[in-house]
């Protein structure tokens, strides 16, 4: 992957981290720079989710990354990993920022998946150049260049003490806009964006809630193309909203035979209607 150098200064997308504390004079980057300032979401978080925080954060990247939104993260474990994952999914456009010289992927686990953000027209960004090694005190001050560059910053999942609040605070700092993903009062993983809501972000419950605020042009109203095109598929879809996830407790509260039911689940597949979790769990997208 051949790694190039840019000021920012001369990239209309990266203009926007004039705004950040000690903005590099230098930023490299592997892939496809953007030629135009698109709305920009940062989705941040824990590195050990919940089966909750996996879910919500691929859909709302998905979802958003359909909308044309860029989506911006570390590429860590967890959080960070899902949100690229789920805009490439979406055939959205994904950014993922780097503590460490681009000749090499922290952690070596995502390599894979740093290619194929690359070779799907996405960017790999850090201030650092090429032999830096990742340093504990060098991924704190990579998240200010994560919110920098962004419109908006959506904590999905975090603990009380996490360092994805360090994010948060550069946001804030910036004058970006703050989401977080309200969740169950005893998960230790919803501490910190529960409070976070107590303290003044904005509740982040479905994409729409981030494009009335940073892009309402983008505004759609959901119609009956996607709910589904037979009664099976329609039932399906409403028990998924509902809360259900197992396939086969859907099947039986659906009241349609096995091979109804099977072929309403292929067909929504195909549709892109809803995806599976594995396991035989689903959820709609």
Do not use: C
Request: hydrophobic share 45%.
């Amino acid at each position: 992957m051949k790694i190039k150098a840019i000021s920012p200064d001369e990239s209309v997308f990266l203009q926007i981290i004039d705004t950040i504390a000690l903005k590099p004079k230098t930023l490299y980057f592997v892939g496809s720079l953007p030629t135009e300032r698109l709305p920009v979401v940062a989705i941040v978080g824990t590195r050990k989710p919940t089966s909750y925080g996996k879910e919500v954060t691929f859909n709302l990247a998905y979802k958003l990354a359909k909308q044309g939104i860029i989506i911006v993260s570390g590429l860590a474990l967890g959080i960070d990993a899902i949100a690229h994952r789920a805009a490439l999914e979406a055939g959205g456009t994904t950014v993922a920022v780097l503590a460490n010289g681009l000749d090499s992927v922290y952690p070596a686990s995502h390599r894979a998946l740093a290619e194929e953000i690359v070779a799907k027209g996405g960017l790999i960004i850090s201030e650092y150049p090429p032999g830096t090694p990742a340093r504990d005190f060098q991924f704190l001050a990579r998240n200010r260049i994560v919110s920098g560059l962004s419109d908006a910053v959506i904590v999905t999942e975090a603990a009380a003490r996490s360092g994805t609040l360090a994010t948060v605070a550069y946001a804030l700092e910036q004058n970006r806009e703050v989401f977080a993903v309200p969740g169950n009062i005893t998960s230790p993983m919803s501490v910190g964006p529960n409070r976070m809501i107590i303290q003044g972000a904005h509740p982040a419950l479905e994409p729409n809630d981030i494009l009335q605020i940073i892009a309402p042009y983008l505004l759609t109203q959901q119609t009956t193309l996607n709910m589904g095109s037979s009664p099976v598929e329609i039932k399906v879809i409403d028990l998924l909203k509902s809360g259900i996830r197992d396939g086969d407790l859907l099947q039986q509260q659906s009241g349609y035979d096995v091979s109804e039911f099977s072929q309403a689940i292929t067909m929504l597949e195909i549709a892109g209607l809803i995806r599976p979790l594995g396991g035989n769990q689903w959820t709609t997208t």
